[in-house]
């Protein structure tokens, strides 16, 4: 998706925003529908016949019949994949939607004439219902653009993204392979000894931040001065996230022009981001604790920087086991806890090998994604085989 900044007028906005509240509440009736449904029953309408009933709809209420039925019909779409998603158990089942949370909807039969460029840095784009908006022109548009989807954050900031699978970053040739350690004090470790770290807020934005977080839990619900707080919060959270997005694509682009194959750990992130709250009857431990581990996860970016290296290098990047990645000497192949010093340094045992420790983890990813390094057949007295080094004296028996 090619992602635009929008610069509608106000007229515009509140058109864009009934054509939100349009595809909204037909999503929450699919849901509701969809909530109705037991086993043993008649199976809930599908997509064809939730379209029937919406032309139906259209032609009872002039107010749904005045919005786009291109948009209405979409949402329909939509929600018909997100249930497709749930049943494929790749996502959560679809729940009601909110007003100011993921407002937006998405426009097909999308022709080449409903994009225009009006200068250098300004473009406009045919929006049923509401006409010609302006957009910031910042790259150009694909010619194998057939949809595009409206989108509103909660800081009020409007954009448009455009269906269009750009060209992978081809590959340097040069062989090389890197292995990148995630983590949360240096966001991505890399085999040649790069430490990269994710931006977030600056120390005088989270201080504003922390006090505003501290007016919205004074202020009083449904007030105007609440409402005026949560677009405050809004705006550095979308700062802040809008660094972070920024740093991925650099990073990402980076790592597919530099290297052939890219080595990552496989982690589950979702597993290790889950809260830590457990229930009454067996609450969680040091639940604050995880919980900020869990934002620290989180704000580095670890998904989205592999999602994206998959997307820019197809084929180049490998996921690899990362047990014990932290706790094996690159240098002699010793696997041993006490070798990781502190959560910078590690020291081997065995050899006195010294090194950043994420630094020696991301080798190890490295080694393993490259075939310096075979599955051993016993291992340390540990459950699985671990990793080690081919003997040259055994290769030569025989």
């Known amino acids: 998706m090619s992602r635009f900044r929008l610069q509608p007028t106000r007229a515009q906005e509140a058109a864009l925003l009934e054509h939100c509240g349009h595809a909204r509440y037909v999503w929450n009736l699919a849901v509701e529908q969809h909530a109705h449904w037991q086993r043993g029953r008649k199976s809930a309408p599908g997509f064809a016949e939730q379209c029937r009933q919406l032309t139906e709809a259209r032609a009872e209420f002039a107010w749904l019949r005045g919005g786009s039925i291109i948009v209405q019909q979409q949402a329909l779409k939509d929600f018909a994949q997100a249930m497709a998603n749930f049943f494929g158990t790749t996502h959560r089942k679809p729940t009601w939607r909110k007003r100011g949370r993921g407002e937006g909807f998405r426009i097909v039969a999308f022709k080449p004439g409903d994009v225009r460029r009006v200068s250098r840095n300004v473009g406009e784009v045919r929006i049923p219902k509401v006409g010609w908006v302006r957009f910031r022109w910042s790259r150009p548009v694909g010619d194998d653009v057939r949809s595009y989807r409206v989108t509103r954050d909660r800081a009020g900031r409007w954009h448009v993204a455009f269906a269009s699978l750009p060209e992978p970053v081809p590959a340097p040739g040069s062989g090389e392979v890197v292995g990148v350690d995630r983590g949360v004090a240096v966001s991505a470790a890399l085999s040649t000894g790069e430490l990269l770290n994710a931006p977030t807020l600056r120390g005088a934005e989270k201080t504003r ?190």
């Open 209 to 398: 931040l922390l006090r505003l977080q501290r007016k919205l839990a004074r202020a009083k619900r449904e007030s105007n001065r609440r409402g005026m707080v949560k677009a405050a919060i809004a705006k550095l959270k979308a700062r802040e996230a809008d660094r972070r997005k920024d740093w991925v694509e650099k990073t990402s682009t980076g790592l597919a022009r530099r290297f052939d194959v890219i080595a990552v750990e496989d982690l589950k992130i979702g597993n290790m981001t889950r809260s830590a709250k457990g229930t009454v009857e067996a609450p969680g431990r040091n639940v604050r604790q995880k919980a900020g581990l869990n934002r620290g996860i989180l704000a580095a970016g670890w998904g989205r920087l592999v999602e994206r290296l998959e997307q820019k290098a197809p084929g180049r990047v490998q996921k690899i086991d990362p047990r014990y990645t932290s706790q094996t000497c690159n240098a002699c192949k010793h696997l041993a806890g006490e070798s990781r010093e502190s959560q910078a340094l590690f020291l081997c045992v065995a050899c006195g090998h010294r090194a950043h420790a994420d630094v020696n983890a991301a080798k190890n990813v490295r080694d393993t994604a490259a075939g310096h390094a075979v599955a051993a057949r016993g291992g340390f007295g540990l459950p699985e085989p671990v990793n080690r080094e081919p003997q040259r004296d055994l290769l030569l028996v025989g």
